[in-house]
């Protein structure tokens, strides 16, 4: 795993030494980077690769390999074993403080950038812990092209209300804008809305990586659900109502409503594969 820290990252280190908040920013740093190595030791944990952590000006990111086989659970497992390490250094910094080890103004500012880190990246918005979480909790009971659609329409609205936030001061004129959370916003509404234009490539790679599903459905035994069709509904809009976690048959109604034909997922996605318009 490999450790990388964008440009701007050095540079607003340099800064901080030239206007005294050097030790604030390192302490604010180490915190987030404590925060990412909670999510890849849960992802060691259940077996997925961690590529690199890269630190960047506003937080950091863990980059693990593709997950397309990871359940609902431990997704979300990952996702909150980062905010999880907040909570952790929060605990450890009190019982100092009990133990009259650490106390003053650096002991609070300390405790307050672990909530706030943590209470932040629960904010229902991808890529933060709090947009997993709600994707992975999404995609339990909804298809997954309706998951996609819908979780990153939710991060489209927080991502707006994040920016909309930082701009209250100035508009209602009792303080100074917040340029650092309007940088943050501007930046997540911006990842979303080019994620959500790519939809139909992260729906693809979903059904390319469909062979997953079905051997652990075949291993353990469990249920195929299954889905009703009439023979001219279009591949694409019966490739839509898959979900996530489920092996799908696919029973092929006539026009009277007699079932025709019984498909597994696989036939039908390989026909949508190439191309084909029949199931």
């Not at 996702?79 to 609070?108: K, T, V």
Request: hydrophobic letters at 55%; proline letters at 5%; charged letters at 10%.
């Amino acid at each position: 795993m490999s450790i990388s820290f964008h440009p701007l990252f050095v540079l607003i280190m340099l800064a901080s030494v030239f206007t005294g908040h050097f030790l604030e920013l390192l302490a604010l740093f180490a915190i987030v980077f404590v925060h990412e190595l909670g999510h890849v030791a849960c992802a060691r944990l259940f077996g997925i690769t961690v590529l690199s952590v890269q630190m960047l000006p506003f937080g950091g990111v863990a980059v693990m390999e593709d997950t397309g086989h990871l359940t609902a659970g431990r997704e979300v497992a990952i996702a909150l074993a980062g905010p999880a390490q907040n909570l952790l250094l929060i605990g450890i910094s009190w019982l100092l403080y009990a133990a009259g080890i650490w106390e003053g103004p650096f002991f609070s500012y300390f405790v307050q950038s672990n909530l706030l880190i943590a209470l932040f990246n629960l904010l229902p918005i991808l890529p933060l812990d709090g947009g997993k979480v709600c994707q992975a909790l999404c995609s339990i009971g909804l298809p997954f092209h309706t998951t996609l659609v819908w979780s990153l329409r939710i991060s489209l609205l927080f991502s707006l209300l994040v920016i909309l936030y930082s701009l209250v001061p100035l508009l209602l004129g009792y303080g100074a804008l917040q340029l650092n959370l309007l940088l943050v916003g501007a930046f997540l509404f911006y990842s979303n809305l080019t994620d959500y234009r790519n939809i139909p490539y992260r729906f693809l790679r979903f059904l390319v990586n469909r062979e997953h599903t079905f051997t652990r459905h075949l291993m353990t035994g469990c249920l195929a659900q299954p889905i009703v069709a009439d023979k001219m509904k279009p591949l694409d809009g019966l490739l839509r109502l898959f979900k996530r976690e489920k092996y799908h048959f696919i029973y092929i109604m006539n026009a009277q409503g007699n079932i025709v034909a019984v498909v597994p997922e696989q036939r039908v996605i390989s026909s949508y594969l190439r191309g084909d318009p029949g199931a």
